[in-house]
């Protein structure tokens, strides 16, 4: 029985894409690229091939094995996997590449900015710090050569060959054997002065010095050069001076050295190094510094490289959406980086965000999510649309917020050619029917209307018969005057989906009600699209086999491409999903006197309610419905401003008798009418106001009761004195009122007293005859009086 190996490097699950490895640094690894058998991810292959005669070498790569594999840190070359066999040694990390080819490629495609730059120094400063500070271990390679980039586009320390401890206790730096390493040694090793002069760290902050030279000049080829930055940003040079100072004792430690590049003014302290440095520690930040950061971030990544955005921040947002308390604040940001993401990887990362964001019962993330579908509704399928996200926007449409309905509406123009037959020709109509003709809010039923005549092609003939012609027809009897606008436009926009039959017997006598108008946009509007059918109806008079040309669209399928020369010619306002209603309203500040002073046109029952409800329906939303925290836009304040001037308009109006009446304690209103015939006429009401009412008779006025003072003496009385100054100061503060005799209001007063007595006396002998009469009466005694003796 034979039994044979098994070869290691056909069972390890990872394998190497054949390729010159030209781009491999100087060292003992070879780099390729590979990738993993079971799902094609890419990684990197470090290959070391074990020759005879190089024992030194081996153990040298052996140990660097060892440590690469031990060590975890995010500023050093991940170690996923290995390989050891007698002929070879595999590690394999993530993809990564040299930064020298990094570089190389970044200035053929136009270099890379300072922000780049200061954040990848940043992160090799900080493994330099880690493994000097928290492992005692010298790096001893730091160099172009050491350090990887990967597709995100951070800086990797790698190039751990020659690490030793700081302690001592693994014997001296291992020997390189290769030149092109060897010339960022310190000066003090190159003489052989010895390693024990200066920190533990001053070999390795030279050697950064080094890196730092070659980033900004590039390589380096002797060290006198170092004596010149070259272009190094004098942010920078202060503190790169102190690395390659010739005194080992100065350098600088490499967690002050962060600290130093991080203060006001300095090279690392920028956007960029910040919000990278935020990610890092998101997983700890509190819920209310996640929403400040996520807020402001929209505004950076502008400035930031697309290859971080696609792999360090979109990993993030998608995170803090998905198991976090972010809410709606990632939408924005969200969006921003999916436009540097491919249609596959938006299907697979971005997609699958949405449709679960549509079924979310936050307000705002809803609005955010319509307000911005233009950016992700290219990527949406047909069956996507139609069960997962539909279903659920339609909410809108009954939202108590009128800027939910709003962008509901308008959402309606990116979603419509991607919805079926159902939901296009039934659900969505039953919609549109009840906001065109019930929304208490003058815009929303105007962009209905718009909204209506934009998507008019996607629609079936049979509804498009059905719709259309009634739909623009109640619009034009809007008492808002931007929707009759719309209603017009609707009739020429939508101009080649009616019959001649029905232009001349339903449209034209519509149009023609609109001269008449009060607005003159609606007449210049009105005039313009009855003067078009005109010409179609002329055109077919003259040459009637045109018939048939001129009303090819009428019974076709529904085709996107139809009526759009004729919504061009229209001249819409809305253009895409911009915002409609601003425009309208600045475009008529005087459409809410137009709604007061409008004629009344008679409208089918139900279809328009009075401008009171309206408004009472409004309140009552806005009230109920607590979303003044958010900004909504210019929706509410215009219309809140329209429904204000309503108000001055209609002075002394129904309203204004309204607003009264509720102030008056809840009266009914057949108790207000039995008051007002109570106390008389109409007359009384407006005659100059009269005194108090007097007390009933016999009853002493204040004034003549002796409140216990002495009885009256000829001594006088003491406070008269006080009168008669007050009367002589009086006097002599004579101005524009004149001479007038301020003595008279008493007598005045007085009389007015009296004849209020008098009538009251009247009165009650009134009231006592109407008694006698009733006592004398005959017949059947009355529900509710009192039996007499």
């Not at 601003?582 to 007061?596: G, M, N, V």
């Amino acid at each position: 029985m034979w039994f044979f190996a098994r070869d290691p490097v056909r069972d390890f699950p990872f394998e190497l894409i054949p390729e010159p490895a030209e781009g491999s640094p100087p060292g003992l690894w070879a780099l390729h690229r590979g990738r993993k058998k079971a799902t094609g991810s890419p990684v990197s292959i470090f290959v070391y091939d074990v020759k005879p005669g190089a024992d030194e070498q081996t153990q040298v790569a052996k140990a660097a094995f060892k440590r690469l594999k031990t060590l975890r840190h995010p500023n050093i070359l991940a170690y996923i996997d290995g390989l050891e066999t007698d002929k070879c040694l595999h590690i394999v990390t993530e993809a990564v590449t040299p930064l020298g080819m990094y570089l190389k490629a970044q200035v053929e495609a136009g270099g890379l900015k300072e922000l780049e730059l200061s954040w990848g120094l940043h992160q090799i400063v900080k493994a330099l710090s880690f493994l000097v500070n928290d492992c005692s271990l010298i790096h001893n390679n730091v160099c172009m050569a050491a350090v990887f980039v990967d597709r995100a586009g951070e800086w990797k320390l790698g190039g751990l060959d020659y690490m030793y401890s700081a302690q001592g206790d693994g014997g001296g730096p291992p020997h390189k054997g290769f030149p092109e390493l060897e010339q960022y040694d310190p000066p003090e090793v190159a003489d052989g002065s010895g390693r024990a002069i200066g920190e533990k760290w001053s070999a390795d902050m030279w050697r950064l010095g080094c890196l730092i030279w070659e980033v900004f000049n590039g390589p380096l080829q002797r060290a006198s050069a170092l004596r010149n930055p070259g272009k190094i940003p004098k942010s920078l040079v202060p503190h790169y001076c102190e690395l390659v100072g010739a005194n080992p004792k100065v350098r600088p430690n490499p967690a002050h050295f962060l600290q130093n590049c991080r203060a006001p003014g300095g090279f690392m302290n920028n956007r960029f190094v910040e919000t990278n440095l935020f990610l890092e520690e998101i997983q700890i930040k509190e819920p209310a510094e996640k929403q400040k950061f996520f807020q402001e971030l929209s505004k950076s990544l502008d400035a930031f490289p697309e290859d971080f955005c696609r792999h360090k921040v979109l990993p993030q947002l998608l995170t803090a959406f998905e198991f976090g308390s972010a809410g709606a604040v990632v939408l924005t940001p969200l969006f921003k980086v999916g436009k540097f993401l491919s249609a596959e990887e938006y299907q697979q990362k971005i997609i699958p965000v949405v449709v679960k964001m549509f079924s979310s019962t936050d307000r705002a993330m809803r609005i955010r999510l319509l307000q911005q579908m233009e950016q992700f509704i290219q990527y949406l399928d047909e069956p996507t649309v139609n069960s997962q996200i539909f279903p659920h926007v339609v909410h809108g449409f009954l939202d108590t917020n009128p800027a939910i309905r709003e962008q509901t509406v308008k959402s309606m123009l990116l979603l419509a050619p991607k919805l079926n037959e159902a939901n296009l020709n039934v659900e969505l109509m039953k919609h549109f029917a009840r906001l065109q003709a019930k929304d208490d809010q003058g815009p929303i039923r105007c962009n209905t209307t718009v909204c209506l005549g934009k998507i008019g092609s996607y629609l079936s003939a049979n509804t498009r018969h059905r719709v259309l012609t009634s739909a623009f027809s109640r619009a034009t009897k809007d008492p808002f005057a931007p929707s009759r606008v719309a209603g017009v436009l609707g009739f020429a926009a939508t101009h080649n989906l009616y019959s001649m039959s029905d232009c001349a017997h339903k449209i034209l006598p519509v149009l023609c009600s609109l001269t008449m108008d009060p607005e003159k946009s609606v007449r210049d509007q009105t005039f313009k699209a009855i003067r078009s059918f005109l010409s179609k109806l002329e055109s077919v008079s003259d040459d009637p086999t045109q018939l048939a040309e001129v009303e090819k669209d009428v019974h076709a399928a529904s085709s996107p491409g139809m009526g759009g020369a004729a919504a061009s010619w229209a001249g819409w306002a809305v253009t895409g999903v911009s915002s409609l209603t601003s425009k309208l309203i600045r475009a008529h500040p005087t459409a809410a006197p137009a709604e007061t002073n409008a004629p009344q046109r008679p409208m089918p029952e139900g279809h328009w309610e009075t401008q009171e409800e309206d408004r009472d329906t409004a309140e009552d939303g806005s009230s109920a419905d607590k979303w003044d925290d958010e900004d909504w836009g210019s929706l509410e304040q215009e219309a809140t401003s329209v429904l204000a001037q309503q108000d001055e308009w209609s002075t002394g109006g129904q309203a204004g008798r309204a607003g009264q009446a509720a102030n008056t304690d809840h009266k009914s209103p057949d108790s207000d009418w039995s008051n007002w015939e109570a106390e008389g006429s109409w007359e009384q009401g407006w005659q100059e106001p009269s005194a108090p009412e007097p007390p009933p008779e016999g009853t002493r006025l204040a004034s003549e009761y002796n409140w216990g003072a002495p009885e009256p003496s000829d001594k006088g009385d003491p406070f008269a004195g006080l009168t008669t100054r007050r009367e002589m100061g009086a006097q002599l503060r004579l101005d524009s009122w004149g001479d007038h005799n301020w003595e008279a209001l008493d007598t005045d007063r007085q009389a007015k007293a009296e004849l209020a007595r008098k009538k009251r006396e009247e009165r009650r002998r009134e009231m006592e005859a109407k008694r006698a009469e009733r006592k004398v009466a005959k017949g059947p005694m009355k529900l509710g009086a009192r039996k007499l003796d």
